[in-house]
C-alpha cells in the first residue's frame, strides 16, 4: 500500500514563496511517477505539475510555468513543489499523486489528503 502525506501549504500574500511536501511510503516510491494537482472551491481538481520516476521528464500547466518548480528526492522518498510568485488564483487545495505521470488525473493511482493554499493580502 502507498500513502501520500503533504506538507507546506499556508497562508502566504501575493507574491510570496511556499514549498510543498509530499512524503511517500512504501519501497517503490522511485519507480512512480509523481504530480500534483490543486482544486479550488466549485471548480474541478485541476494539473499542476509532473515528474518521471527519473526525474528526467517535467511537464507543467501553463498556468504555473516559470513560477513552479518540481523537484523529487528519491532517497527521501519525498516530492516537493517550490511555489514562487503566488497570486491569489493560486488558492487551491494542493494534491499529490502517485501512478504513471503526465497531466491526466486518471494516470494516477494514489492521491494525498491534500493541504489547503491561500494566496491573500
Known amino acids: 500500500q502507498v500513502q501520500l502525506v503533504e506538507s507546506g501549504g499556508g497562508l502566504v500574500q501575493p507574491g510570496g514563496s511556499l514549498r510543498l511536501s509530499c512524503a511517500v511510503s512504501?519501497?517503490?516510491?522511485?519507480?512512480?511517477?509523481m504530480g500534483w494537482f490543486r482544486q479550488a472551491p466549485g471548480k474541478e481538481r485541476e494539473f499542476v505539475a509532473a515528474i518521471s520516476w527519473s526525474g528526467g521528464l517535467i511537464y507543467y500547466a501553463d498556468y504555473v510555468k516559470g513560477r513552479f518548480t518540481i523537484s523529487r528526492d528519491n532517497a527521501k522518498n519525498t516530492v516537493y513543489l517550490q511555489m514562487n510568485s503566488l497570486k491569489p488564483e493560486d488558492t487551491a487545495v494542493y494534491y499529490c499523486?502517485?501512478?504513471?505521470?503526465?497531466?491526466?488525473?486518471?494516470?494516477?493511482?494514489?492521491w494525498g489528503q491534500g493541504t489547503q493554499v491561500t494566496v491573500s493580502s
Open positions: 512504501g519501497r517503490t516510491f522511485s519507480t512512480y511517477g
Open positions: 499523486a502517485a501512478g504513471l505521470t503526465g497531466s491526466s488525473r486518471a494516470g494516477y493511482d494514489y
